[in-house]
């Protein structure tokens, strides 16, 4: 049986070796990405069913990858993979868009097991892209046709927690959590302040997309 494509992002070459031999025994095809960069080519050329994506890439943060590919409408399940067991890490990856975590050293049989359930429940629905905004997480900018803007590692995470579910109001506990993944002591206003620089940002470079408040919730990105 075939499980499906599956994007393996992994930079350890041992380690990837093993996921690309495996998962073809298992019935998937497999799709190897060593990089951030790499990985988001290969989303936007490709097909695939599955990502396995590692959050200790070289060039980019696994979390900042799956934000960028959800703010460009890339729907495909995301399986994380870590080093660190820490509970703000699984929290902030749910938070940007992943749906399932393994922490290194993990079963393979394991991965295997949680792989096919994501295949089995690959029809979910997702939201769209937003507009005209890409996000960028190895440079960290957020661009359209028109120009493109720097963002701070904070407030790249902040724009693609709301760019993974536009049109849906996110809590500001789930942009906090995915904003500071270390489970720092967040202040109102400090999320404040960030969300009004992104706005400037936003309108610096022309987008259609705008950020809203949802008094009483949090914001949203239309």
């Known amino acids: 049986m075939n499980f499906g494509d599956v994007l393996v992002v992994e930079d350890d070459d041992d380690l990837r070796r093993v996921l690309r031999q495996g998962l073809c ?3 998937f095809t497999v799709t190897i990405a060593r990089t951030g960069a ?4 290969l989303a936007e050329s490709g097909s695939h069913d599955l990502i396995v994506l590692d959050i200790g890439l070289p060039d980019a943060d696994g979390r900042d990858v799956c934000q960028a590919l959800r703010s460009r409408g890339t729907d495909v399940p995301v399986l994380f993979l870590t080093a660190s067991d820490a509970a703000t890490d699984r929290v902030s990856g749910f ?8 922490t290194k050293p993990f079963e393979f049989a394991e991965l295997v097991a949680r792989l096919q359930a994501l ?3 690959s029809n979910l629905d997702r939201r769209a892209s937003v507009g005209d905004l890409r996000l960028d997480p190895v440079s960290h900018r957020v661009s359209t046709s028109v120009g493109e803007a720097e963002l701070t590692p904070t407030e790249f995470r902040l724009l693609g927690a709301l760019a993974a579910r536009p049109g849906e109001a996110v809590r500001r506990r789930e942009m906090v959590s995915a904003a500071w993944p270390s489970g720092a002591i967040v202040h109102d206003n400090t999320l404040d302040v960030y969300l009004a ?8 470079v022309e987008s259609t ?4 408040t949802v008094r009483g919730v949090g914001y949203r990105l239309e």
């Open 95 to 102: 938070g940007v868009g992943g749906d399932d975590y393994l």
């Open 119 to 121: 295949a089995r429940r």
């Open 209 to 212: 997309a705008s950020i809203q």
């Open 38 to 41: 790499e990985a988001l080519a």
């Open 197 to 204: 620089r992104l706005r400037k940002k936003i309108a610096a």
């Open 25 to 27: 025994e298992e019935g």
